[in-house]
Protein backbone atom coordinates (compact mmCIF):
# COMPACT_ATOMS: atom_id res chain seq x y z
CA UNK A 1 0.00 0.00 0.00
CA UNK A 2 1.15 3.26 -0.95
CA UNK A 3 1.79 5.58 2.55
CA UNK A 4 0.22 9.10 2.22
CA UNK A 5 1.78 11.88 1.42
CA UNK A 6 3.56 13.68 3.98
CA UNK A 7 2.24 17.63 4.27
CA UNK A 8 5.50 18.76 6.24
CA UNK A 9 7.71 16.62 3.24
CA UNK A 10 9.95 19.43 1.61
CA UNK A 11 8.28 19.61 -1.98
CA UNK A 12 10.19 19.30 -5.36
CA UNK A 13 8.40 22.59 -6.60
CA UNK A 14 7.59 25.27 -4.21
CA UNK A 15 4.37 26.28 -6.09
CA UNK A 16 2.70 23.46 -4.53
CA UNK A 17 2.41 25.85 -1.30
CA UNK A 18 2.89 29.18 -2.15
CA UNK A 19 2.24 31.79 -4.88
CA UNK A 20 4.60 34.84 -6.05
CA UNK A 21 7.60 33.45 -3.97
CA UNK A 22 10.60 35.57 -4.34
CA UNK A 23 13.99 35.21 -2.96
CA UNK A 24 16.09 38.04 -1.95
CA UNK A 25 19.07 39.42 -0.20
CA UNK A 26 20.90 42.75 0.00
CA UNK A 27 24.54 43.90 0.36
CA UNK A 28 26.38 47.01 -0.29
CA UNK A 29 29.53 48.91 0.25
CA UNK A 30 30.90 52.22 0.31
CA UNK A 31 30.55 54.01 -3.22
CA UNK A 32 33.81 55.39 -3.47
CA UNK A 33 35.00 52.00 -3.76
CA UNK A 34 33.38 50.68 -7.13
CA UNK A 35 35.96 50.72 -9.77
CA UNK A 36 34.07 53.55 -11.78
CA UNK A 37 34.67 55.98 -8.67
CA UNK A 38 37.51 58.24 -9.71
CA UNK A 39 38.45 60.38 -6.38
CA UNK A 40 40.10 62.76 -8.55
CA UNK A 41 36.87 63.90 -10.72
CA UNK A 42 33.52 62.25 -8.84
CA UNK A 43 31.86 63.23 -5.52
CA UNK A 44 30.33 60.96 -2.87
CA UNK A 45 26.68 61.60 -3.43
CA UNK A 46 24.66 63.03 0.10
CA UNK A 47 21.62 62.19 -0.64
CA UNK A 48 19.03 59.82 -2.40
CA UNK A 49 18.00 61.48 -5.18
CA UNK A 50 17.24 60.54 -8.79
CA UNK A 51 20.49 62.10 -10.06
CA UNK A 52 22.58 60.50 -7.38
CA UNK A 53 21.05 57.10 -8.57
CA UNK A 54 21.86 57.53 -12.04
CA UNK A 55 25.43 58.56 -11.53
CA UNK A 56 25.59 55.41 -9.29
CA UNK A 57 24.36 53.25 -12.43
CA UNK A 58 27.17 54.69 -14.32
CA UNK A 59 29.77 53.81 -12.22
CA UNK A 60 28.83 50.60 -10.69
CA UNK A 61 28.55 48.77 -14.41
CA UNK A 62 32.37 47.17 -13.92
CA UNK A 63 30.97 45.44 -11.29
CA UNK A 64 27.53 44.71 -12.52
CA UNK A 65 28.29 43.24 -15.72
CA UNK A 66 30.95 41.26 -14.43
CA UNK A 67 28.60 39.53 -11.65
CA UNK A 68 25.76 38.47 -13.96
CA UNK A 69 27.95 37.46 -16.61
CA UNK A 70 29.69 34.84 -14.13
CA UNK A 71 26.46 33.92 -12.84
CA UNK A 72 25.17 33.55 -16.62
CA UNK A 73 28.11 31.17 -17.01
CA UNK A 74 27.52 29.56 -13.91
CA UNK A 75 23.82 29.00 -14.16
CA UNK A 76 24.72 27.54 -18.20
CA UNK A 77 26.80 24.87 -16.64
CA UNK A 78 25.54 23.83 -13.43
CA UNK A 79 22.11 23.53 -14.77
CA UNK A 80 22.55 22.62 -18.50
CA UNK A 81 20.97 25.00 -20.19
CA UNK A 82 21.37 25.80 -23.97
CA UNK A 83 21.47 29.17 -25.32
CA UNK A 84 17.65 29.79 -25.97
CA UNK A 85 17.12 28.25 -22.48
CA UNK A 86 18.48 31.71 -20.98
CA UNK A 87 19.36 35.08 -22.15
CA UNK A 88 21.46 37.81 -19.73
CA UNK A 89 20.44 41.60 -20.09
CA UNK A 90 22.16 44.60 -18.64
CA UNK A 91 21.06 48.04 -18.52
CA UNK A 92 22.68 51.01 -15.93
CA UNK A 93 22.26 50.10 -12.71
CA UNK A 94 20.26 46.69 -13.56
CA UNK A 95 20.74 43.18 -14.64
CA UNK A 96 18.21 40.86 -15.76
CA UNK A 97 18.93 36.93 -16.13
CA UNK A 98 16.17 35.21 -17.64
CA UNK A 99 15.90 31.27 -17.75
CA UNK A 100 13.04 28.33 -18.24
CA UNK A 101 12.79 28.08 -14.40
CA UNK A 102 13.48 31.36 -12.84
CA UNK A 103 14.58 35.22 -13.21
CA UNK A 104 17.29 36.68 -11.65
CA UNK A 105 17.93 40.70 -10.62
CA UNK A 106 20.09 42.57 -9.44
CA UNK A 107 19.72 46.37 -9.18
CA UNK A 108 22.30 48.96 -7.38
CA UNK A 109 20.77 52.02 -5.60
CA UNK A 110 21.89 54.86 -3.35
CA UNK A 111 21.42 53.24 0.31
CA UNK A 112 18.83 55.68 1.83
CA UNK A 113 19.70 55.88 5.40
CA UNK A 114 23.56 56.59 4.20
CA UNK A 115 24.19 57.83 0.32
CA UNK A 116 27.73 57.61 0.65
CA UNK A 117 26.90 53.83 -0.07
CA UNK A 118 25.39 51.64 -2.69
CA UNK A 119 22.98 48.78 -1.67
CA UNK A 120 23.44 45.88 -4.08
CA UNK A 121 19.93 43.72 -4.28
CA UNK A 122 19.54 40.37 -5.64
CA UNK A 123 16.25 39.16 -6.51
CA UNK A 124 14.94 35.74 -7.43
CA UNK A 125 11.57 34.82 -8.89
CA UNK A 126 9.04 33.58 -11.52
CA UNK A 127 9.99 30.27 -10.40
CA UNK A 128 8.51 27.66 -12.49
CA UNK A 129 6.56 24.95 -10.87
CA UNK A 130 8.39 22.51 -12.49
CA UNK A 131 11.76 23.54 -11.09
CA UNK A 132 13.08 21.24 -8.32
CA UNK A 133 14.63 24.21 -5.85
CA UNK A 134 15.83 21.15 -3.75
CA UNK A 135 17.82 20.22 -5.81
CA UNK A 136 21.58 19.57 -5.43
CA UNK A 137 22.43 21.82 -8.81
CA UNK A 138 19.83 24.66 -7.08
CA UNK A 139 22.07 24.13 -3.98
CA UNK A 140 25.19 24.69 -5.95
CA UNK A 141 24.03 27.45 -7.75
CA UNK A 142 21.90 29.66 -5.12
CA UNK A 143 23.88 28.35 -2.06
CA UNK A 144 24.74 31.73 0.29
CA UNK A 145 22.88 33.97 -1.92
CA UNK A 146 19.52 34.87 0.23
CA UNK A 147 18.00 35.65 3.46
CA UNK A 148 15.19 36.31 2.84
CA UNK A 149 11.72 34.66 1.42
CA UNK A 150 8.62 36.33 0.50
CA UNK A 151 5.12 35.05 -0.62
CA UNK A 152 1.63 36.23 -0.08
CA UNK A 153 -0.86 34.39 2.14
CA UNK A 154 -3.50 32.20 1.17
CA UNK A 155 -6.23 34.00 2.53
CA UNK A 156 -6.02 38.26 3.50
CA UNK A 157 -6.06 38.78 6.86
CA UNK A 158 -5.26 41.52 9.18
CA UNK A 159 -2.35 42.29 11.38
CA UNK A 160 -4.65 42.41 14.44
CA UNK A 161 -6.76 39.42 13.87
CA UNK A 162 -2.95 37.24 13.43
CA UNK A 163 -1.61 39.46 16.73
CA UNK A 164 -5.33 38.07 18.78
CA UNK A 165 -4.47 34.61 17.39
CA UNK A 166 -1.32 33.79 18.89
CA UNK A 167 -2.04 35.65 21.85
CA UNK A 168 -4.66 33.00 22.24
CA UNK A 169 -2.10 30.48 22.12
CA UNK A 170 -1.47 29.15 25.50
CA UNK A 171 1.76 29.84 27.16
CA UNK A 172 3.69 26.41 26.10
CA UNK A 173 3.24 27.11 21.78
CA UNK A 174 6.37 28.15 20.12
CA UNK A 175 5.27 30.91 18.70
CA UNK A 176 5.89 34.46 19.62
CA UNK A 177 5.08 37.36 18.42
CA UNK A 178 5.97 41.31 18.58
CA UNK A 179 4.09 44.36 17.16
CA UNK A 180 4.22 48.23 17.27
CA UNK A 181 1.48 50.26 19.06
CA UNK A 182 -0.11 50.98 16.01
CA UNK A 183 -0.78 47.27 14.83
CA UNK A 184 0.34 47.99 11.12
CA UNK A 185 2.96 44.75 11.26
CA UNK A 186 3.71 42.10 13.15
CA UNK A 187 6.81 40.24 13.49
CA UNK A 188 6.69 36.33 14.71
CA UNK A 189 9.03 33.60 15.85
CA UNK A 190 9.19 30.08 16.43
CA UNK A 191 11.61 28.39 18.76
CA UNK A 192 14.16 26.55 16.31
CA UNK A 193 13.66 28.11 13.23
CA UNK A 194 16.59 30.76 12.43
CA UNK A 195 13.97 33.26 10.91
CA UNK A 196 11.46 35.83 11.87
CA UNK A 197 8.31 36.20 10.43
CA UNK A 198 7.33 39.92 9.23
CA UNK A 199 3.27 40.26 8.73
CA UNK A 200 2.05 43.52 7.42
CA UNK A 201 -1.30 42.71 6.17
CA UNK A 202 -0.49 41.50 2.63
CA UNK A 203 2.78 40.13 2.09
CA UNK A 204 4.51 37.68 4.36
CA UNK A 205 8.36 38.15 4.65
CA UNK A 206 11.08 35.27 6.37
CA UNK A 207 13.79 37.40 7.26
CA UNK A 208 16.70 34.54 8.07
CA UNK A 209 19.39 35.54 10.33
CA UNK A 210 21.88 34.07 7.77
CA UNK A 211 21.98 33.38 3.63
CA UNK A 212 20.98 29.94 2.56
CA UNK A 213 20.47 28.81 -1.01
CA UNK A 214 16.45 28.32 -2.14
CA UNK A 215 16.12 24.65 -0.83
CA UNK A 216 17.16 25.52 2.53
CA UNK A 217 15.04 28.66 2.97
CA UNK A 218 12.09 26.37 1.95
CA UNK A 219 13.35 23.55 4.35
CA UNK A 220 12.96 26.38 7.25
CA UNK A 221 9.68 27.50 5.72
CA UNK A 222 8.00 24.14 5.96
CA UNK A 223 9.20 23.74 9.70
CA UNK A 224 7.49 27.37 10.32
CA UNK A 225 4.48 26.44 8.73
CA UNK A 226 4.36 22.72 10.73
CA UNK A 227 4.28 24.91 13.59
CA UNK A 228 1.29 27.26 12.57
CA UNK A 229 -0.33 24.10 11.46
CA UNK A 230 -0.01 22.76 15.07
CA UNK A 231 -1.47 25.73 16.80
CA UNK A 232 -4.75 24.78 15.39
CA UNK A 233 -6.08 28.27 14.76
CA UNK A 234 -7.94 28.79 11.45
CA UNK A 235 -6.50 32.39 11.72
CA UNK A 236 -2.92 31.19 11.22
CA UNK A 237 -3.52 28.18 9.71
CA UNK A 238 -4.79 30.37 6.36
CA UNK A 239 -1.88 32.31 6.48
CA UNK A 240 0.06 29.63 4.85
Given at each position: ?????????????A????????????????????????????????????A?????????D???????????????????????E???H?????????T??F?????????????????????LH???P?????S?????????L????????N???S?????????????T??????????????T?????????V???????T????????????????L???????L??????????
Open positions: MTPPPDDNAAPRSAGFLSEIRLSASTGGPIKKLSGFKKNVHTVPGADTPTNAFLAKICTELRAESEAFFQKTRETLGYKRRLTLSATGHALLQRDALEWQYAIAPDCPAHYRRSLLSISAADISAPWDTLFSGFDHLEFLPQPHVEAVIDAVEALPPSPLRIDYPSDCHTCLSVSGVPAEVFSGHLLMQFSSPGSPGELFENFRLRTAFSSRSTTLNALF
